[in-house]
Structures are given as C-alpha cells and as structure tokens.
C-alpha cells in the first residue's frame, strides 16, 4: 500500500455515566481518530485511546500526537503494510497506544483493499464474540446492585466490577449475595494492591471469581507469580503485558494464567496476534480482549481481535449504547439478546465513520500528504 495522506483529528466524547476506577473518575475523554487514504482512494481508520493524564499508562493524547505526527508519520513513506509498520517505528520506544492507532488504521485500510472484514483478515474464527461489561466503583453497594442488575437483564454474559483497597471483598460478597454462585464474576484492580494484601485476596478466593486481574503493581510480574502461589484464583495480567516478551517472562515466572490483551497497550493488532499465538497455540492458555473505552472506531478493531480462537472468556467490548448516547460510526456497536456482538460482514473494520460529524465536533486536525 502506497498512502497518499494522513490524518490526525482529536474528538472529546462524553460518557452516559462517569467511569470510575482505583485511579480516577472519567467523565469525557479524548480519542485521536487516524484516517489513512492510500493512492487509489481507500480509507482505513484507527484510534487512539490514550487519556489525558498519564493514569493507565504514561501516554496521554498529548504525547501521542505529538509522536505520530513528530515521529512516525514522517517513517509513511512507500510501501507500507501492518506487517512492515512494526519495523518501521522501531527506533521509537515505547509510546504503543500512539503506534497502535497507526498501525490499525493500516490493518482496517488493509482489509478494504482485500474485501475482506477485518476479522476475517487477520484469522478470526467466529462471527459473534461474547461481551461482557466492566463495571466501575460505585458510591453505594445498593447503587452497585443496581447497576449490575440492570446490565444483566440486557443480556450481558459476565460482570466485571473495579476494586481498590478499602472496596474489594464487600461488593464481591453483596453480589453473591444477590445474584448467586453461578454469576460469572471477576475483579479488576488496576494495580492498586501490594503483595502484603494476600489476605485480601484469600478472602476474594471464597467467592468463585473467574479471575482477578492485575491485583499487583503496574509492571510486575515477580510479586504477581509469588501471589499466584498463595491463592486459588487464577490471576489475569493486563497492564503487565505491554508486548510478546512480557507475555513470555510471565508465564516462565508463572505470574499469570489469563492474559487480557488491550490491542492498544501492546501496540496494535500486529503485536495482538504474536501474544494469541504464543500464549494459546504454544501455551493452551486463554486469553481474552479488553477495551478503554473505545468510540465505535476502536470498538471496531477490539470486536476483531475477540474473534481469534485463543480468546475464551467474555470481553471487555460494549455496545455502543454502554458508553455514549451518539457514536461516531454507522451502524453503532450493538448487543445481540444472546449477550454477543456481531462480527460485521463489511469489509474493514465494518462500520462507516460519521466523517462530517468528526469534523465538525474536532478539536484540532492534522494532516500530511506524502
């Protein structure tokens, strides 16, 4: 593919309901949209889903804007595939969210030119994908209760609540309490506890979670294998995993058996893959795909990636409905009464942009031609 353009437009997107975690409350952020055109006319799109404050990850939209444009648009130059586009921006370290909206643009670019859905293109095996729904902190027990309840009777396949230190076994125990052994349940504590909380985490083991993921610091994964060995509950990495490498020094210290692969943490779809294929085909171990709150552009390419045959438990992918009152894709993101999302039978990655409503609601453009 030789690209003639490249297109950079941040939008603020405002959410139905704060979002809150053990590291902040989110009640608008910002997506920088990638809209690549190559020669003959064809668009790809892509996203990227860094926030404004470096909370999850270091990178925030600022930074990303100014590497894409500074640093890896400048490297667009010829014949450019997702496959090639990793060796490309090689010499940047780090920075995976600002390279991932790039580099999915090309994979969404790539299978237009293909006719082909994105997910089929890159390998992906069934036509709905299980959706489960992320849950944030809540101010009440009661309020928690509620909104649980209301996400099941749309048809949601598994509840995943955030915790912190001081919010962890009580919300746990009331939803038992309420919903019953069999709710698929697991926890998310976005790093936020140490090693001495084992306690915490014995007590979490009464309650048949699925998992619990990323309990420990943000880039370990020495205390997370020493806390696998005290506990019962299978262990999810999230922000552990930032590439292959990290997925191959987890499991030789047996710091996880689940992975949650973020295709925007570890770079893109490219990187996605390599993960998939070592830790299911190689391990027989299960991953599955989590979202940050992703416009309908990168809901798009998390619904792929949750295709592939490794994933085997429900998804942190939403309808669009979950987050926003109006998405910026035709037709938005929606779920199925089943508790799936269809995978999209239009090439790409199956839903149109509302090109004219991005514009007009942007906050900066940046383009270049090549």
Known sequence: MELRKVELIEVWVKLKSPFETSFGRTEERPAILVRVEEKGGEVGWGEVVADSGPWYSYETNETAWHVIRDFILPQLKGDITPGNFTALVSRIRGHNMAKAGVEMALWDLAAKLEGLPLWRYIGGVRDKIVSGVSVGIQP?????????DGYLQQGYARIKIKIKPGYDVAPV??????????????????????????????????????????????????????????????????????????ARKAYQLGSAMIINVKPARVGGLGETLRIHDFWYRQLGRPIWIGGMLETGVGRGHLVAAATLEGVKYPNDISASSRYYENDIVEPPWELNRDG???APTRSGIGVEVL???????????YQASF
């Open 140 to 148: 009440s027990l009661q309020e928690l209760v509620k909104v649980v």
């Open 173 to 246: 125990k009331k939803l038992r309490e309420t919903f019953g052994a069999n709710l698929p349940l697991q926890v998310d504590a976005n790093a936020s506890f140490s090693l001495s909380d084992v306690e915490v985490f014995r007590k979490l083991d009464e309650y048949n979670l699925l998992m619990i993921e990323q309990p420990l610091g943000w880039r370990d994964l020495v205390d997370h294998a020493e806390l696998a060995r005290r506990i019962r509950t299978p262990i999810c990495l999230d922000e552990s995993i930032t590439d292959l490498d990290d």
């Open 355 to 365: 090109e004219d409503q991005v514009r007009r609601t942007a906050k900066r453009l």
């Open 340 to 342: 799936t999302i269809s």
